[in-house]
């Protein structure tokens, strides 16, 4: 799955969550079950600009210290085994994770399920949360 995927899906799910910490763990949960997903992986250099502009994106409609933030970083973070991996020609057989390892979806050529879940998370940013500043004023006006 591609990095920045699972950083809008970590930062969707956190948007459940009532701490930066449950949203953190939420989103490295969501991590496992989006790589068992059939998709299509990227080459390091594509993935950190992708993962660079979700995470500005989501920092910018959310804030850094946001529960959206901490889930986005939380999905990304298993990840990390696969870029030491990648950089220290590791196989995919001797890595940790299960989902980088046995568990991980099959290869697609396409990127049509990435792309939902992409335009999901970025929705989901766009729409205002029950905490955000515009829900506090309308709460302020209907008192």
Do not use: W
Request: charged share 20%; glycine share 10%.
């Amino acid at each position: 799955m591609i990095v920045a995927v699972h950083a809008l899906l970590g930062s969707t799910i956190a948007r459940l969550c009532r701490t930066r910490a449950q949203a953190a763990l939420a989103g490295s949960a969501s991590h496992a079950l989006a790589d068992v997903l059939p998709h299509r992986d990227l080459d390091m250099p594509e993935e950190m600009l992708l993962l660079a502009g979700a995470l500005s994106l989501i920092a910018t409609a959310r804030g850094a210290n946001s529960r959206e933030f901490a889930g986005a970083l939380g999905a990304c973070l298993p990840d990390v085994e696969n870029l030491i991996g990648r950089l220290a020609s590791i196989p995919d057989e001797r890595l940790l994770l299960p989902t980088h390892r046995d568990y991980h979806g099959r290869k697609t050529s396409g990127f049509h399920g990435q792309l939902a879940i992409a335009a999901l998370g970025i929705l989901s940013l766009l729409l205002p949360g029950c905490d955000s500043e515009d829900a506090r004023q309308r709460g302020k006006t209907l008192r």
